[in-house]
């Protein structure tokens, strides 16, 4: 059973900086497809980056060009790094990952799933 761990999340005034990170225990396959999602209070869950195992990457509209997804593949984690945060950055971050079928874009279907780390954004 593969299990991810989210870690880096905390609070933060606009326009500051963030890293999340998420550790994997193990994958059965070598090839891993990864994404990062949120949720706000009140919200359904989005997705927010990916990246495919070719490592091409997609981004949502809302955090193109401030936020970065990154992997290192022989230690299996995966980075987030969060730039120029705004208050609607604030949510639930989670990690997820795939090694049998890669979700196309930003879709959720991803097997293994972290537990979440708490990104807060103040004015």
């Known amino acids: 059973q593969t299990h991810l761990m989210e870690s880096g999340g905390g609070s933060v005034e606009a326009g500051g900086s963030l890293r999340l990170s998420c550790k994997a225990s193990s994958f059965y396959q070598s090839t891993v497809c990864w994404g990062w999602f949120r949720q706000a209070p009140g919200k359904p869950r989005e997705g927010v980056a990916a990246?495919?195992?070719?490592?091409?990457?997609t981004y949502a509209d809302s955090v193109k060009g401030r936020f970065t997804i990154s992997r290192d593949m022989d230690e299996n984690i995966l980075w987030l790094q969060m730039d120029s945060l705004k208050p609607e950055d604030t949510a639930m971050y989670y990690c997820?990952?795939?090694?049998?079928?890669?979700?196309?874009?930003?879709?959720?279907?991803?097997?293994?799933w972290g537990q979440g780390t708490q990104v807060t954004v103040s004015s």
């Open positions: 997820a990952a795939d090694d049998y079928f890669c979700p196309f874009g930003l879709d959720q279907t991803y097997n293994y």
């Open positions: 990246i495919n195992d070719d490592g091409e990457t």
